[in-house]
């Protein structure tokens, strides 16, 4: 198998986005994505072992390549409540600046075998981790509540970041997702600040 770098393997995983957000992943074959990234069919074999490999490697680097960006502007921001603020409005970015990859975040990816779901375990705890951090930081700092549970924060924000997401993607009419994050920014810190914060 090649190296899991370079323009093919690249234009191979673009490629895999917008078949199976055009196609559905059960109806993606590997020739449309072979056809879609300007390959050949068997290249997509030199990179990928089958189908369920090319969809957790296209989350594996998308949800890494986003979790890097979202470290490094939490990283400026000056508090954690701040950083609350932040993730949400990069995480509705993230989707509405790519349909495609939205399409296949929030619909496609749950309807895959428990293969595929094991395959994206790790990044997704990887983004728990960090959402986590952003709480343990506010308990820490008498931004957020000390009472927080922080297991159960995280899982609040996150379920509340997918579900605003993906209502968005299901719309039939169209608005900006992004325009929703001040909202749910609110909505979330409200329930997580500290009461004289």
């Excluded at 994505?33 to 490999?53: C, H, M, P, Q, S």
């Excluded at 502007?73 to 000056?78: D, F, G, N, R």
């Excluded at 009472?147 to 924060?153: E, G, I, M, P, T």
Aim: glycine share 6%; with cysteine.
């Amino acid at each position: 198998m090649a190296r899991r770098s370079g323009d093919k393997y690249r234009a191979i995983i673009e490629a895999a986005v917008k078949v199976i957000a055009e196609n559905g992943y059960h109806n993606a074959q590997v020739s449309k994505i072979a056809r879609e990234a300007g390959v050949a069919d068997g290249t997509i074999y030199l990179y990928f072992r089958n189908k369920e490999d090319v969809l957790i490697s296209l989350f594996k680097v998308k949800m890494g390549e986003f979790i890097a960006a979202v470290k490094r502007e939490l990283q400026a921001c000056a508090g954690a409540a701040e950083q609350l603020a932040r993730l949400i409005e990069l995480h509705f970015t993230r989707l509405e600046a790519d349909r495609h990859l939205a399409t296949v975040m929030q619909i496609q990816l749950r309807q895959s075998d428990p293969t595929i779901r094991q395959g994206i375990t790790e990044p997704l705890r990887a983004y728990s981790r960090l959402i986590e951090g952003v709480v343990s930081r506010g308990i820490e700092t008498g931004e957020f509540r000390a009472d927080l549970d922080v297991r159960l924060a995280r899982q609040m924000i996150f379920g509340t970041m997918d579900e605003v997401a993906t209502c968005w993607v299901m719309s039939h009419r169209p608005y900006s997702l992004v325009a929703l994050a001040p909202e749910v920014y609110r909505l979330l810190f409200r329930a997580l600040a500290a009461k004289d914060g």
